[in-house]
C-alpha cells in the first residue's frame, strides 16, 4: 500500500496551515542564519581562488628562471666542451 505525505500544499485543515506557517518560519529562520554564512564562504572562496592564481603566477615566473638558467648552462657547456653529444 502507497502511502501520500503532503506537506505545503495549502489545502486541508487548519493543522496543515499552522504546520505550513511553522515550516516556513523554520526556513526563513534558516535562510537568516545561513545566508551570512554562505556570503563569508564565498567571499572567502574567491579570496582563494586569488590566493592562487598569484601562486601559480609566481610558480610560473620561477620556472621561467630556471629554465633561462638552464639555457645558459647549456650554451656555456657547448661553447666550451667543443665535442658535443652524439
Known amino acids: 500500500m502507497k502511502e501520500n505525505h503532503h506537506f505545503n500544499n495549502g489545502s486541508g485543515g487548519g493543522n496543515n496551515c499552522s504546520s505550513c506557517n511553522v ?3 523554520i526556513e526563513e529562520t ?3 542564519c545561513l545566508s551570512p554564512l554562505f556570503k563569508e564562504l564565498l567571499t572567502a572562496d574567491e579570496q582563494w581562488r ?3 592564481i598569484l601562486e601559480l603566477e609566481v610558480y610560473s615566473k ?3 628562471l630556471v629554465q633561462n638558467q ?3 648552462a647549456l650554451d656555456e657547456l657547448r661553447s666550451t ?3 658535443g653529444v652524439g
Do not use: A, F, P, T
Open 23 to 25: 515550516q516556513g518560519l
Open 30 to 32: 534558516v535562510k537568516s
Open 50 to 52: 586569488k590566493q592562487q
Open 62 to 64: 620561477r620556472l621561467e
Open 70 to 72: 638552464i639555457k645558459v
Open 81 to 83: 666542451g667543443g665535442g
